[in-house]
């Protein structure tokens, strides 16, 4: 925007001297602040303008010095991006003027100081959609000074506003796991802290998760599901009771030395025997019960 080579009208007529800029004014919107104003003519010559500033720091306490803008001094276009020379919410002075070669043209000064308390706030861009079951906003990247004031609700009658503070920029942001079939609504406005002040609100934009088919899906599964567990699970505990019980669980009566002498070791290997005879027990248990069905 700065450097950008700028077409001039030509004047055939020519001027014996460089005249002043004219017409100065600032156009601020959402806190990036333009300085513009009226082209310098001169046929077949390019003018450069240059920029200076003062903030009321410099008219207080530095006798009055103006510093050049940062990105004006000089630029070829009617225009110059003052956003990062305004740091302070004070009134600034703000000046111009034209240079062709080694003459210059007096300075022009903005009629009223500047104060970007005044800028212009905007209802803030946003996208919102859905992940799934997840709402999501994204919203535009204002830069560092903007907070977003998020307000969602889900659109039924008597639905409590939520509202959400986001300060992360240029990332989507999940506001809420939405239930199937119910619409969702979402608004935002700005809040810029350094003016105090926010924007209008966006316009709501609503969306909805499909709902319809969801349920008669899950419905199903669960009835399935539900099916499977009244018919196969008794069916195989108690399948598995009856071969367990004839396997693992003989109803053996145990000599007594063994009772009395069993060392810890024996008493593993035991244990051990009789487990591997359940696991094949239920390995096996497959056949019977497909010959069973
Ligand atoms: C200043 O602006 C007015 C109206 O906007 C216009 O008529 C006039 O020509 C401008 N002055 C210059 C020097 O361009
Ligand atoms: C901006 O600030 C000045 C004083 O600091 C105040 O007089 C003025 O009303 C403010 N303007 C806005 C739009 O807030």
Redesign the pocket.
Known sequence: MVHRACLNASNPDGVAVL?AP??LSVQSTNMKHLLMW??VIVPGEIIYYFVEYQGEYESLYMSHIWIPSSWCSPTECPECDITDDITATVPYKLRVRATLGSQTSAWSTLPHPFNRNSTTLTPPVMEVTKDGFHLVIKLEDLGPQFEFLVAYWRREPGAKEHVQVVRSRGIPVHLETMEPGAAYCVKVRTFVKVIGRHSPSSQAECVKVQGETLPLALALFAFVGFMLILVVVPLSIWKMGQLLRNSCCPVVVLPDTLKITNSPQKLISCRKEEVEACATAVLSSEEPFRAWL
Do not use: A
Request: avoid cysteine; proline fraction near 40%; charged fraction near 0%.
């Open positions: 005249p004219q017409n009226s082209p």
